[in-house]
C-alpha cells in the first residue's frame, strides 16, 4: 500500500490497529481496486478515508465510485491519519 501513496500507507497502519485478526479482507479490497482505478484516486480515496477513521472495505470503494474523493477535506486536523 505504501507504493500507492502516503495517505494508503498511513490507512493500512490505521486498519491493522483497528482490525488485528481480520486486517487482511480491508487492505486485499483496497489494493485490487489498483486493477482498475488510478493510484491518484486510490490514494485521494484512503486520504478521504483516513479523515474520517474509516477502514471498511465497502466504504472506501463507496468513497471512490460516488467520487467524495473529490471533495475538500481539512488538512491540519488529520495530519498524522
Given at each position: 500500500m505504501a507504493?500507492?501513496?502516503?495517505?494508503?500507507?498511513?490507512?493500512?497502519?490505521l486498519i491493522l490497529e483497528e482490525h488485528p485478526r481480520d486486517w487482511?479482507?480491508?487492505?486485499?479490497?483496497?489494493?485490487s481496486l489498483a486493477?482498475?482505478?488510478p493510484q491518484e484516486v486510490i490514494e485521494a480515496s484512503c486520504k478521504?478515508?483516513?479523515?474520517?477513521g474509516?477502514?471498511?472495505y465497502s466504504v472506501?470503494?463507496?468513497i471512490r465510485h460516488n467520487g467524495s474523493?473529490?471533495?475538500?477535506?481539512?488538512e491540519?486536523?488529520?495530519?498524522?491519519c
Open positions: 507504493q500507492i501513496g502516503n495517505y494508503c500507507q498511513q490507512l493500512f497502519f487482511h479482507r480491508p487492505v486485499a479490497g483496497i489494493l486493477k482498475y482505478y478521504r478515508a483516513c479523515y474520517y474509516i477502514t471498511q472506501i470503494k463507496n474523493y473529490l471533495l475538500p477535506t481539512e491540519a486536523s488529520y495530519a498524522e
